[in-house]
């Protein structure tokens, strides 16, 4: 790396945490929705899950508009939320105490694009398994998109986290698994690097140099 790195800022979905888009796609077929590959995916949405990520748009009209997209008026609240949570899988065994390692030699941050759906069940799911209020314990400041009216890949949200904490760009490196996100990272000139699978981020700090007690 060019410059020394003194910060790191992390993605959480398939960085910390693990996700499967596809699962979603599988789940909502399975309520007789056919076309949500095309509202849906990875790398191409409709704009209501942006929206949704801003926090421009809550709980409810999220629903309202998944039952227009998709033709399907029929479906329940809770239907639509177990199909939207299905892409949820967990954080593998050990990412938690290699943030807390990481963290001891790093400013860390947490910048995830999130919704108020997911980021819910995340939270119950911390506390169900790791006995865990939220994400705080893990990072000098963990940041939200929807709770910030802004997301991932547009440079407002970057400069937040770089202006509020006073990160030079060049000394802190950005994890994430989208190269759409990276792209703004880098004009920005922050240092980045893209995880995809089958890299972990337990195998990428082994190999990478970053810390002294790996």
Not at 185 to 211: H, I, S, V, W
Request: glycine residues 6%; without cysteine; proline residues 2%.
């Amino acid at each position: 790396m060019e410059y020394k790195i003194k910060n790191i800022i992390f993605d959480y979905g398939n960085v910390i945490f693990d996700i499967d888009f596809i699962k979603a796609q599988e789940s909502f077929a399975k309520l007789g929705v056919n076309n949500i590959q095309d509202i849906y995916g990875h790398k191409n949405q409709s704009s209501i899950f942006d929206q949704f990520d801003k926090g421009a748009i809550g709980a409810s009209e999220f629903r309202s508009e998944i039952r227009r997209l998709t033709g399907h008026n029929q479906l329940s609240d809770q239907q639509i939320d177990d199909a939207w949570n299905s892409l949820l899988l967990g954080v593998p065994a050990g990412n938690h105490e290699l943030l807390l390692k990481i963290k001891e030699q790093y400013n860390t941050f947490l910048l995830s694009n999130n919704n108020e759906i997911h980021y819910q069940w995340i939270i119950d799911y911390l506390k169900r398994d790791f006995d865990l209020e939220d994400n705080s314990s893990f990072f000098t400041k963990d940041y939200y998109s929807h709770l910030m009216g802004m997301r991932k890949p547009d440079k407002e949200i970057f400069e937040i986290v770089l202006d509020n904490h006073q990160l030079n760009p060049k000394e802190t490196l950005f994890i994430d698994d989208s190269p759409q996100h990276l792209k703004t990272a880098r004009e920005l000139g922050l240092q980045t690097y893209l995880m995809t699978k089958p890299d972990t981020l337990q195998k990428y700090f082994r190999t990478n140099g970053l810390l002294k007690s790996l």
